[in-house]
């Protein structure tokens, strides 16, 4: 079967206004022999999709900048020099950033992140470097698989980093977007109590379904910090996705335990600049700012996911046509979703 030549994709045509997001057909460069062509299945939409298209995330972009770092798709071609990585029909997603294999991350590690830096993968078509591809688990399809590469991956570094979440321990997941969700089902795999928070009861019975052991509307009792620790019996908890930023932060450094751990992941909630230093000192706690994770995470992850199926299944809320793109972000910004909101780009 011939090769295609050319690839429909979208692109910014400035940024400031989701508007426009714009869409073309262009002209496929011919596969480098250190190349592997994917063709895209299905792409997941993240936050800061949405910012980049607002022109709200910091750093410098490419012109027409192709948008999304997460997609799954099926290896169609593979160049001469990347036969003993991948081979036709392999399914696979590409990692956040291309060049983060293993261990830290860097500058030079940043400036490969997909849908920033370098062109995303909002596309029918696109060639990877094979070293950036992970193998998708057997039981996921393709819109399921497209939710690991930012927001599963990031849960799964924040909960298994220096101090590894293990059975036993207690974890606050703050809402019920695509991290915090992914964040419920490992720390649930790894044996771990769960308390999740959200502003609606609808979402919150869909995280007790998931397996949390308690919820707390935010809205509702707005010093949940004080409820999070009576659930603990005055200990605190031992991990925290901290996914709203300044608005919340305080009361996280408030709920967590001496000596636990805080992964600040993003910052939806606004608000003003918290004053750590105090607070942190008091409870001799660690804040660690998490960046996605690299190809040796992700393998690692999705072996923890093929053990634990049916615990660790993406949960997605809605899939769009890829015509339908725009409305796509424009639900994500509603934050109407629980889990992930998806394309189907095939």
């Not at 999304?68 to 160049?79: K, L, Q």
């Not at 969700?181 to 490992?186: R, V």
């Not at 450094?253 to 105090?278: C, E, Q, S, Y």
Request: hydrophobic share 40%; charged share 20%.
């Amino acid at each position: 079967m011939a090769l295609p030549t050319t690839t429909k994709h979208y692109f910014w045509s400035k940024l400031g206004a989701l508007t426009n997001l714009s869409s073309k057909e262009s002209q496929l460069p011919s596969l480098k022999s250190h190349e592997v062509l994917v063709k895209i299945y299905a792409v997941s939409l993240q936050y800061r999709d949405l910012i980049i298209g607002f022109n709200k995330y910091p750093g410098s972009f490419p012109d027409e900048l192709v948008p999304c770092s997460d997609m799954a798709g099926e290896v169609i071609a593979v160049g001469d020099e990347a036969g003993s990585y991948w081979k036709k029909g392999d399914r696979v997603c590409a990692n956040f950033a291309a060049d983060h294999i293993a261990g830290e991350t860097s500058p030079e590690i940043q400036k490969t992140a997909h849908g920033g830096a370098i062109h995303g993968v909002l596309t029918q078509y696109k060639a990877f470097r094979p070293h950036s591809l992970v193998r998708i688990p057997d039981h996921l399809s393709f819109e399921e698989a497209s939710t690991l590469p930012c927001a599963a991956l990031t849960a799964y570094n924040a909960l298994m980093g220096p101090v590894p979440v293990k059975g036993g321990d207690t974890v606050l997941v703050l809402g019920t977007g695509g991290v915090s969700i992914h964040g419920l089902q490992i720390a649930l795999a790894s044996g771990a109590k769960v308390i999740a928070t959200s502003s609606s009861d609808e979402k919150l019975k869909i995280a007790t379904k998931l397996g949390a052991h308690h919820v707390i509307n935010y809205k509702t009792t707005p010093n949940w910090h004080e409820e999070v620790i009576k659930l603990t019996g005055g200990r605190g908890v031992d991990h925290i996705l901290e996914v709203g930023g300044a608005d919340s932060l305080e009361k996280s450094l408030k709920a967590v335990r001496v000596a636990g751990w805080i992964h600040t992941i993003g910052f939806v909630g606004g608000g003003d600049p918290t004053d750590v230093v105090f607070s942190t000192i008091r409870k001799a706690c660690f804040i660690r700012g998490i960046q996605i994770g690299s190809v040796a995470q992700f393998n690692d992850m999705n072996r923890l996911f093929s053990l634990h199926p049916e615990v660790t299944r993406p949960v997605i809320d809605k899939v769009f046509p890829f015509e339908e793109a725009l409305q796509a972000y424009e639900y994500l910004q509603s934050q109407a979703h629980v889990g992930k909101v998806v394309i189907k780009v095939a």
